[in-house]
């Protein structure tokens, strides 16, 4: 069975610059969730969707964030403009619909000079 | 609400001996809790899980964790550390209160394997 992928893994911008990552979920897969690591911390949560609604938003910062999963399928996160404490590993994860496992993917890696 | 303690940010221990990484937990509902590993550069793995079966629960790569509610803990072990398992690991609680299963990660521990 394939894993989340994501892509880019690795990305060098500026700040003020904009951003997107991609991300295609385990297959049959409803819940999908974006989190972002900061250096030495745990993964905080920014958007979950179920299928291609959105179910919890509150901790994205939707004056430079945004994401969406418009076929219910894959997402994509999207940064605009980019701030340097921006600077963090963008995770992706997907769950069954009602299960609390959720699967993640290799994550992409930011970098805002 | 639900948090997460994990009370040693590094452990460094000496192949082949045990390894012990402390977790505390908070929740107000009967919580689910995991294990998982971050490998450099790669996606978090899921090591076990604990859902209100048994207490003592065995992962992959021969970690296993033990779930006490009295202390509100969910220590993960391994007998005999391999170079492998060095790592980061994060203890990680949700509640099963609602179909809406929100994770919270500790911060992590870092594990060093010396050889």
């Known amino acids: 069975e394939a894993g989340v992928a994501q892509s880019p893994r690795y990305k060098i911008i500026e700040k003020r610059q904009s951003v997107a990552f991609w991300c295609n979920p385990i297959?049959?897969?409803?819940?999908l969730y974006w989190y972002q690591q900061i250096l030495g911390q745990g993964p905080k949560l920014l958007i979950q969707?179920?299928?291609?609604?959105?179910?919890?938003d509150s901790q994205l910062p939707k004056d430079r964030f945004s994401a969406e999963r418009l076929k219910g399928v894959d997402s994509t996160l999207k940064i605009q403009p980019a701030k340097l404490e921006d600077s963090a590993v963008y995770l992706c994860?997907?769950?069954?619909?009602?299960?609390?496992?959720?699967?993640f993917g290799p994550g992409t890696r930011l970098l805002v000079l | 609400a639900q948090s997460v303690t994990q009370l040693d940010s590094h452990v460094s221990v000496s192949e082949g001996t045990p390894v012990l990484l402390r977790c505390n937990y908070s929740?107000?509902?009967?919580?689910?809790l995991f294990w998982y590993v971050q490998h450099p550069n790669k996606g978090l793995q899921l090591l076990l899980k604990y859902t209100s079966a048994a207490t003592l629960v065995k992962g992959i790569n021969g970690f296993e964790a033990e779930f006490k509610k009295s202390e509100t803990s969910f220590h993960l072990t391994k007998p005999s550390a391999h170079m492998s398992d060095a790592a980061e690991y994060f203890c990680v609680v949700t509640e099963s209160s609602s179909n809406d299963y929100k994770l919270s990660f500790g911060a992590g521990t870092t594990v060093t394997v010396r050889a």
């Open positions: 929740s107000s509902y009967s919580p689910s």
């Open positions: 994860a997907s769950s069954l619909a009602g299960e609390e496992t959720q699967y």
């Open positions: 969707f179920q299928n291609n609604g959105v179910v919890d």
């Open positions: 297959s049959g897969h409803a819940t």
